[in-house]
C-alpha cells in the first residue's frame, strides 16, 4: 500500500512537535531541581528519556533509504516508533501527576 505523498514531512514534523512539547513538561516538571529523587522521579525520567529516543529516531526511519521504491516498511517502523515516543511521554506524564 502506498503511502500518501507528504507522509514523512508529516510524521518527522509530527514527531519534533511532540519532542518539544516533551522538553517543555521536563522544565516544568522540574528535572533540574536539586532535591533527591525517588523511584517516581527515576521512573518519570527513564520514560521522558525513552519517550525522546523513539521520536529522535522517527525522522531517520522515515528518510533512510530502501532497495525498493514500494518499500514502505520503514515508514512503518517509523510510525510505530513515534506512537512508543507518544505513548512513553503520556506515560511519564501521568506518572508524573499521580505520584
Same mark, same amino acid.
Given at each position: 500500500?502506498?503511502?500518501?505523498?507528504?507522509?514523512?514531512?508529516?510524521?518527522?514534523?509530527?514527531?519534533?512537535?511532540?519532542?518539544?512539547?516533551?522538553?517543555?513538561?521536563?522544565?516544568?516538571?522540574?528535572?533540574?531541581?536539586?532535591?533527591?529523587?525517588?523511584?517516581?522521579?527515576?521512573?518519570? %525520567?527513564? &520514560?521522558?528519556?525513552? *519517550?525522546?529516543?523513539? @521520536?529522535?529516531? #522517527?525522522?531517520?526511519?522515515? !528518510?533512510?533509504?530502501?532497495?525498493?521504491?514500494?518499500?514502505?516498511?520503514?515508514?512503518?517502523?517509523?510510525?510505530? %516508533?513515534? &506512537?512508543?515516543?507518544? *505513548?512513553?511521554?503520556? @506515560?511519564?506524564? #501521568?506518572?508524573?501527576?499521580? !505520584?
Amino acid at each position: 500500500m502506498a503511502y500518501p505523498a507528504g507522509t514523512v514531512a508529516a510524521l518527522s514534523s509530527a514527531a519534533a512537535t511532540v519532542f518539544s512539547i516533551g522538553i517543555v513538561f521536563l522544565g516544568y516538571w522540574g528535572i533540574h531541581e536539586s532535591t533527591q529523587w525517588h523511584f517516581a522521579d527515576v521512573t518519570v %525520567a527513564i &520514560l521522558a528519556l525513552a *519517550g525522546f529516543i523513539c @521520536l529522535g529516531l #522517527v525522522p531517520w526511519l522515515a !528518510t533512510s533509504p530502501v532497495d525498493h521504491p514500494d518499500d514502505d516498511s520503514l515508514i512503518r517502523h517509523a510510525r510505530r %516508533a513515534f &506512537l512508543g515516543g507518544v *505513548g512513553a511521554l503520556w @506515560l511519564a506524564i #501521568v506518572v508524573s501527576i499521580f !505520584t
